[in-house]
């Protein structure tokens, strides 16, 4: 079975970097996109960033754009998530994804929902102003 694991996020100043990583292990199920997605105390989960699996083609959420970029390392079964001029409003807990879907088609149909491909449990990144 499939398997993500988020690396540690961490606690930065507003202004400041981080990246994180996502590493997949275990066999490798169908996967049509990869993604990042965040959730914060009192607000729905959000996508912050996809990235197709076949075109490499990416996506992000309008309040990274111009922030935050994906990326993926194949030969490692790597995602990454770079994100810079951190702000207090990204505090969440961050969570990675391999969707069996198109992101694109995720948003349309199942926009929130856990069981579409498999997530990793999370890891918490808290921006200070």
């Known amino acids: 079975q499939m398997r993500l694991v988020e690396s540690v996020g961490g606690s930065v100043h507003a202004g400041r970097s981080l990246r994180l990583s996502c590493a997949a292990s275990?066999?490798?199920?169908?996967?049509?996109?990869m993604g990042w997605f965040r959730h914060a105390p009192g607000k729905y989960r959000e996508g912050v960033a996809a990235?197709?699996?076949?075109?490499?083609?990416?996506s992000y959420g309008d309040a990274v754009q111009g922030r935050f970029t994906i990326s993926q390392d194949n030969a490692k079964n790597t995602l990454y998530l770079q994100m810079n001029s951190l702000k207090p409003e990204d505090t969440a807990m961050y969570y990675c994804?391999?969707?069996?879907?198109?992101?694109?088609?995720?948003?349309?149909?199942?926009?929130?929902?856990?069981?579409?491909?498999?997530w990793g449990q999370g890891t918490q990144v808290t921006v200070s102003s």
């Open positions: 994804a391999a969707l069996t879907v198109k992101y694109r088609t995720y948003v349309a149909r199942y926009a929130g929902r856990t069981d579409i491909g498999v």
């Open positions: 275990g066999y490798t199920v169908n996967r049509a996109s």
């Open positions: 990235i197709d699996s076949i075109d490499g083609y990416t």
